[in-house]
T-cell receptor, first 113, second 112 residues
């Protein structure tokens, strides 16, 4: 059963704590992406990775960090430096074979109080 | 600033009617175009992709692309209440990175 999984579905944290969101895919996709979605807003790109051990900042990378140690995994850490971390976080992947369709995981809803 | 614009809606259509969703984009170099459907509280689901000018049909969905006018649309025929969702337009700017720029979405409501 191929797809993208994200965990947890809901996450609650206190302000000042770092938190790591998991994203795993078994589609053999090379490219992986992290987006943030706020109410009434479009998706905004946080980080993306085209190959293992390489990643680039997106439009809103400040306060976030990522790693890509395995092709299947692209975890996102929301650090205490992120000023407004409460949001819906979406992970996506795409095959790097001339196709740019991105497929999304189910998302993680993070609430920081 | 590369932008993708959509009417936020809500767009309300009766069941069985044709729903027409529109999207304009600012970057003339954009090469590929996508429509995603997002139900409330869920993640986006890819429903259509289009790469060349003209129409592309898939079941009840038709995507239309006009690169000269920088305009892409999605038609939903025989709209059903289950089509009620927010529809996101996404545009790929080209190059090898595959980065998409998303519009804010149009909320569609299909009334029984």
């Amino acid at each position: 059963d191929g797809g993208i999984t994200q965990s947890p579905k809901y996450l609650f944290r206190k302000e000042g704590q770092n938190v790591t969101l998991s994203c795993e895919q078994n589609l053999n996709h090379d490219a992986m992406y992290w987006y943030r979605q706020d109410p009434g807003q479009g998706l905004r790109l946080i980080y993306y990775s085209q190959i293992v051990n390489d990643f680039q900042k997106g439009d809103i990378a400040e306060g976030y960090s990522v790693s890509r140690e395995k092709k299947e995994s692209f975890p996102l850490t929301v650090t205490s430096a992120q000023k407004n971390p409460t949001a819906f976080y979406l992970c996506a992947s795409a095959s790097d074979r001339g196709r740019t369709e991105q497929y999304f995981g189910p998302g993680t809803r993070l609430t920081v109080t | 600033q590369k932008e993708v614009e959509q009417n936020s809606g809500p767009l309300s259509v009766p069941e069985g009617a044709i729903a027409s969703l529109n999207c304009t984009y600012s970057d003339r170099g954009s090469q590929s175009f996508f429509w995603y459907r997002q139900y409330s509280g869920k993640s986006p689901e890819l429903i259509m992709s289009i790469y060349s000018n003209g129409d592309k049909e898939d079941g009840r969905f038709t995507a239309q692309l006009n690169k000269a006018s920088q305009y892409v649309s999605l038609l939903i025929r025989d709209s059903q209440p289950s089509d009620s969702a927010t529809y996101l337009c996404a545009v790929n700017l080209g190059g090898s990175q595959g980065n998409l720029i998303f519009g804010k979405g149009t909320k569609l409501s299909v009334k029984p």
